[in-house]
Nanobody
Framework: QLQLVESGGGLVQPGGSLRLSCAASAPTLDDYAIGWFREAPGKEREGIACFSTMDGSTYYADSVKGRFSISRNNTKNTVYLQMDSLKPEDTAVYYC???????????????????WGQGIQVTVSS
């Protein structure tokens, strides 16, 4: 059973930056596509970024495109979400997730992901 653990959340002022980490228990991340999701109070969980193991491509939701960046460190079995120019509307619980169908391009649909982290709070406020 793959385990994912997020870290790096917290409180940041508008315009600031945070980097979230997602550490995986698997020997390698090559068997998984990885996605980042978030859930704000009263809203549904939305996919915001994903990394395709198949070809190394990335995909972003329009709400974060140009501000967030997903990357992977194979040596550390960790996936990162660099978040810049943060806005109050980015406030949410952030989750990383893994899809064991690594041989397809990643998607931001939560239903395809098989494993989830416990989530971490990000609050953007002055």
């Amino acid at each position: 059973q793959l385990q994912l653990v997020e870290s790096g959340g917290g409180l940041v002022q508008p315009g600031g930056s945070l980097r979230l980490s997602c550490a995986a228990s698997a020997p390698t991340l090559d068997d998984y596509a990885i996605g980042w999701f978030r859930e704000a109070p009263g809203k549904e969980r939305e996919g915001i970024a994903c990394f395709s193991t198949m070809d190394g491509s990335t995909y972003y939701a329009d709400s974060v495109k140009g501000r967030f960046s997903i990357s992977r460190n194979n040596t550390k079995n960790t996936v990162y979400l660099q978040m810049d120019s943060l806005k109050p509307e980015d406030t949410a619980v952030y989750y990383c997730a893994a899809d064991d169908d690594w041989f397809r391009l990643c998607v931001l649909a939560r239903d395809v992901y098989d494993y989830w982290g416990q989530g971490i709070q990000v609050t953007v406020s002055s």
